[in-house]
């Protein structure tokens, strides 16, 4: 079956930025001053174990962002027809939980679903019971009796496979000074992936949802929501706080008037109805030409990059304010004055002097703003202008647990598996922008 | 009554390593007594008093030692060995503490009389009408009225939060006062009234001082009594102990000799200071034999493997040098001693021209003004102007030093600044080599400013810590001099690290791995970069030890012979105006007061403001008037 690739805006966006970032670490490979901080994260256990985990990330994050359509069979005068869904590499990976979909709620390895129904038994008489699911567990003929013995089986092998593949990789950092940290973080890694090769394909690991999609499916494809609001927002965010914030600070006077002017202005309105406003707006122009949009992915996809367009263009105050604060204190210093009295260029002044003295502050609040941000997407989609519902993200996700939590018995794993992948990514992100700003630090000690 | 210390060590965990900033000191402060802990930064001097008063920081703890309070009728207690919750009347009630920061240590959010309130209800149960009374008794006592009862510390000068701190410290009335360099921030008239006010007290009450200074005037005037004695601190452990006027007749330390030797005096003006090379060691323990042994002019064998005890050379004086040691014949005695070692340098002719009669002068400041508008209201309207700088005119030669000398807030900096145009003047010229830099705008005042730079007084804030050490001396190249390629900067950013005497490799390191003295130098390296003809040095050696002023000074003095430079000195210590300058121009509320020739304003000041600054001077280096 052929396909014809799509490329959609965000796509395109992360296209660019992946080539910007091989770009500039292929120029900079023989820079001392960049590869020395780059060597010390990477030799630092907490850093390379770090890296591997949001290395795993991204890769989910580029696999999800490879997209194509199916070619349909031809039509009646012989013209290439295509299917309106638009897949990716990762839905290609992961058919199999794709399209194993079940009737409704069933728990993380269950063979039943999870609420009793009428059932006709085989002498057709009606029963209430919980019926078995149609894909997980489906290999089973007698489920109480072989369920463990399958799932350990399975799970004992998924493991192996991982352990192996773990030795198999051992010659590449036995020399490495990151050491066992780094070998555990890659242990469990692949050991997690070889447990889910294993299982997933037999069992709902963790889990369907209402409608029955399979939740670790769902989670995987959370992952490029994720990362994408929070890559792109702090991309928006970046240059206007950095350079605002650093402006008013360091120009004072009338400059800095304006800036505080502006922000104090964007402060005084609520956030929320803010975004919710120019939300609607975009989501009014988006409806209004449905020309535009080849495909309902095309349109959610546009509907996510004007959410992160919106998220930026509103969220740079705070760390700008910060930026402000810290750039009143550094044009008093000497070092500032001994470059005035070189003539130095107000630019290289900024770029040069304020700028690295101001990183640390700009890492850490980035990193704090990237969780707030995904978090941000969860209650924006609970007021209904967040992400296209139609989207996968870790906010419909969380959103819909709301009523999954308020049911009798309690719907747990949806939220658990929300919550778990979206703590990993931002306790690696943590970690990482850490190790990367003591890196960064000239006064850090050196291994 | 009194305060002994036994043989103590502080130990502190840092990093995985365990440092001992303070080993085997011993000490006695008696009734009446002052006792002088003289040392320069980090030989453990604070530490020494921190862990008397059990306030040690993180980290740290009393290894080894007693700390001993013998009372009469109340028997000898060892303080290290009372529970914490019996420190609370040791602190403040029988041991008080004077920092150095007057800033800093009083809170400002409460009234001075609501703070002496705090220690009169703690230590006397003093509350109410009757602790108002006795506060302002004692603001009385340290000479502030009672109308500063009711005061905020921000509406105190620093002199008088100094004094209203001594006031907190005297309301529990203490038995051993500790005074960490409580001066040390003060301008110099307001440290010689603090340092009498200091003997006064301790006369009258009889109390004991422990002055933790790193001046040796200040503890020179300090123990000019026949119990005063000096302890001089050299990395953790106390190298020499004497009565003070013992100590100032014949050091007997090389360290202390050194200290004494490396002092700015007039005498000394056109010779090189002596200097002491190296730094203060790590204090791990690694080092088996004399602590002083790397830096020591007269070391010799035994003096890297066996540790020196404690001699004593004459009644109360004590060194720990194996020098000393009665029953070795030292190899020394042949070499004589390091006090004549500054004699090894032949005298040379003074510096500088004497005058700048000849040609014209290469900075002309003629009635300089710069006044900063206080703005009130919404509308910010104009509403008065702080005259920081108000109608200024000095003339400076090629190659001449001219000292410019003030207290703080008299507007020497912002006088500084306004030369170089870092602030706009409001009024006045400043001519650079006949050329007024007035009207200049963007290129042509960026090449005047290659003829004039500024050393800063604080290295640790004058170099960008994100920048390597060769970018920093690179970037004034690239702005000014741009006929030099990136090989030329190279080229010339080697030829300045050697000029000021640093190796090679420093281009590739940071600021923050080299030590203050190094970083000055680095600083001085920036501003030659650019080839200047003028240096305005804004207090070069203040934030630095003596050891380290004495080789900036000489480094100063060689690059003034070597390339012609003039400097503008501005700096508040009138030794190393003493030593450096030719012409001094006194500076008092934004004026110019008095100016001159260096020994005539020095030795016949003409005006009651310079004759009041030479009188507050410590240790009275000058020549008798």
Not at chain 1, 253 to 273: A, C, E, F
Not at chain 2, 291 to 302: D, M, N, W, Y
Request: aromatic share 6%; net charge neutral; hydrophobic share 45%.
């Amino acid at each position: 079956m052929s396909m014809k690739p799509v490329l959609l805006w965000s796509d395109m966006l992360i296209l660019v930025l992946l080539a910007l970032v091989v770009a500039g670490v292929w120029l900079l490979r023989h820079n001392e001053t960049f590869r020395a901080p780059l060597r010390q994260v990477l030799a630092r256990p907490l850093g390379a174990a770090t890296a591997l985990v949001l290395g795993v990330y991204v890769a989910i994050g580029l696999l999800d962002s490879v997209h194509y359509v199916e070619r349909l069979p031809d039509g009646p005068q012989g013209e290439a027809q295509y299917s309106g869904e638009v897949l990716s590499a990762l839905d290609a990976l992961l058919t199999p939980l794709r399209e194993r979909v079940e009737k409704t709620y069933s728990a993380p390895f269950a063979t039943h679903l999870y609420a009793k129904e009428t059932l006709t038994g085989p002498d057709g008489r009606q029963v209430r019971d919980y019926p078995r699911l149609v894909h997980g567990g489906a290999h089973l003929a007698d489920t109480d009796q072989e369920f463990w013995g399958d799932v350990l089986l399975r799970g004992g092998l998924g493991a192996l496979g991982g352990v192996i593949a773990w030795l198999l990789c051992f010659p590449l950092w036995k020399n490495r000074p990151a050491g066992r940290p780094f070998a555990l973080t890659l242990l469990v890694t692949l050991v997690v992936l070889g447990l889910l090769v294993a299982l997933a394909p037999h069992y709902h690991v963790l889990g369907t949802d209402k409608v029955g999609q399979d939740v670790l499916y769902l989670s995987l494809k959370s992952v490029r929501t994720g990362l994408l609001i929070g890559t792109l927002t702090t991309l928006v965010v970046l240059p206007l706080a950095i350079g605002l914030g650093i402006a008013a600070g360091y120009f004072g006077g009338r400059v800095d008037d304006l800036i505080q002017y502006l922000y104090t202005t964007l402060n005084s309105i609520p956030g929320v109805l803010l975004i919710a406003a120019a939300v609607l707006v975009v989501q009014v122009q988006i409806e209004t030409h449905p020309d535009l949009f080849a495909t309902a992915a095309a349109r959610t996809d546009v509907r996510l990059l004007a959410l992160c367009a919106i998220l930026g263009l509103t969220g740079w105050t705070g760390l700008a304010r910060l930026l402000r604060a810290e750039a009143l204190k550094l044009r008093e210093l000497e070092f500032v004055q001994a470059a005035r009295a070189f003539g130095v260029t107000r630019a290289r002044i900024l770029a040069r002097h304020l700028l690295p003295n101001v990183m640390h502050l700009v890492l850490i609040s980035l990193v704090i703003d990237f969780s707030g941000l995904v978090l941000a997407e969860a209650v924006l989609s609970y007021v209904g202008v967040g992400v296209d519902p139609a989207m996968i993200s870790f906010g419909n996700m969380i959103n819909g647990a709301r009523l999954e939590l308020a049911r009798e018995p309690v719907v747990w794993w949806q939220l658990a598996a929300a919550f778990l992948f979206m703590f990993v990514l931002v306790l690696a992100a943590n970690l990482f922008a850490d190790t990367v700003r003591d890196a960064l630090d000239p006064r850090g000690s050196r291994p | 009554m009194s305060l002994t210390v036994k043989d103590l060590r502080v130990e502190i965990r840092a990093g995985g390593r365990t440092l001992t900033p303070v080993e085997g000191v011993d000490l006695v402060v008696g009734r009446d007594q002052c006792l002088a802990l003289l040392g320069e930064s980090g030989c453990g001097k604070s530490m020494t008093a921190l862990a008397l008063m059990r306030l040690l920081p993180e980290g740290g703890r009393v290894a080894a030692g007693r700390v001993e309070l013998s009372r009469e009728g109340a028997g000898v207690e060892d303080l290290l060995a009372q529970p914490e919750s019996a420190m609370g009347q040791v602190r403040g009630g029988q041991l008080a503490m004077i920092f150095q920061e007057p800033q800093t240590s009083l809170n400002p959010v409460m009234t001075v009389a609501e703070q002496i309130g705090e220690t009169l209800a703690a230590h006397r149960a003093l509350t109410g009408v009757a602790a108002r009374s006795e506060a302002g008794r004692l603001l009385e006592a340290v000479g502030l009225g009672t109308d500063k009862l009711d005061a905020y510390p921000f509406q105190l000068s620093g002199g008088q939060r100094q004094r209203a701190l001594i006031a907190m410290m005297l309301a529990g009335e203490p038995e051993v006062l500790i005074a960490d360099e409580p001066t040390t921030a003060l301008d110099v008239t307001i440290q010689a009234q603090i340092l009498k006010l200091l003997q006064d007290l301790r006369r009258e009450r009889g109390m004991g001082l422990l002055l933790i200074t790193h001046d040796l005037d200040v503890a020179r005037d300090m123990t000019r009594g026949p119990d005063d004695r000096v302890a001089v601190m050299y990395a953790g452990q106390i190298v020499e102990s004497a009565p003070g006027q013992a100590l100032q007749a014949e050091p007997r330390h090389p360290y202390t000799q050194k200290l004494f030797a490396v002092l700015p005096r007039l005498e000394r003006r056109g010779q090189r200071l002596d200097s002491l090379p190296g730094r203060v060691p790590v204090l791990d323990g690694s080092s088996a034999g004399c602590r002083f042994a790397e830096r020591c002019p007269q070391v010799f064998e035994r003096c890297r493997q066996e540790v020196p005890g404690f001699h004593g050379v004459a009644e109360g004086h004590w060194v720990r040098c194996h020098l000393a040691d009665p029953e070795a014949a030292s190899p020394a005695d042949s070499q004589g001693r390091g006090v004549e070692s500054a004699g090894e340098n032949p005298p040379r002719p003074p510096f500088g021209k004497g005058g700048s009669e000849a040609g014209t002068p290469i900075l002309a400041i003629d009635d300089l003004s710069v006044h900063f508008p206080i703005r009130k209201g919404l509308l910010k309207r104009t509403v008065g102007q702080v005259k920081a700088v108000d109608g200024v005119s000095l003339a400076l030669a090629a190659g001449e030093t001219l000292a410019l000398v003030g207290e703080s807030g008299c507007g020497k900096t912002t006088l500084a600044r306004a030369v170089l145009r870092l602030i706009e003047p409001t009024g006045g010229e400043v001519r650079l080599a006949g050329e007024p830099l007035g009207g200049l705008r963007g290129e042509a005042l960026r090449r005047k400013r290659a003829q004039m730079q500024i050393v800063f007084q604080d290295p640790f804030s004058s170099l960008n810590p994100r920048m390597g050490v060769g970018d920093i001396l690179a970037e004034g190249m690239a702005a000014l001099l741009p006929d030099l390629d990136r090989a030329g900067r190279a080229r010339r950013t080697a030829e300045l690290l050697d000029q000021v005497g640093l190796p090679a490799d420093a281009a590739g390191r940071y600021p923050h791995e080299f030590s203050g003295g190094q970083r000055q130098r680095i600083a001085i390296a920036r501003a030659l970069a650019v080839r200047p003809k003028l240096l305005i040095l804004d207090e070069p050696t203040s934030a630095l030890d003596v050891s380290v002023q004495a080789q900036i000074l000489n480094l100063l003095s060689d690059l003034r012979r070597e390339h012609g430079l003039a400097y503008l000195f501005i700096t508040h210590n009138l030794a190393v105006v003493s030593y450096l300058a030719d012409r001094v121009a006194v500076m008092r509320g934004g004026k110019i007061v008095e100016s001159g020739p260096v020994e005539q304003v020095l030795t016949r000041p003409r005006t009651d403001y310079t004759k009041l600054l030479l009188d507050s001077v410590p240790g009275q280096v000058l020549p008798d008037k």
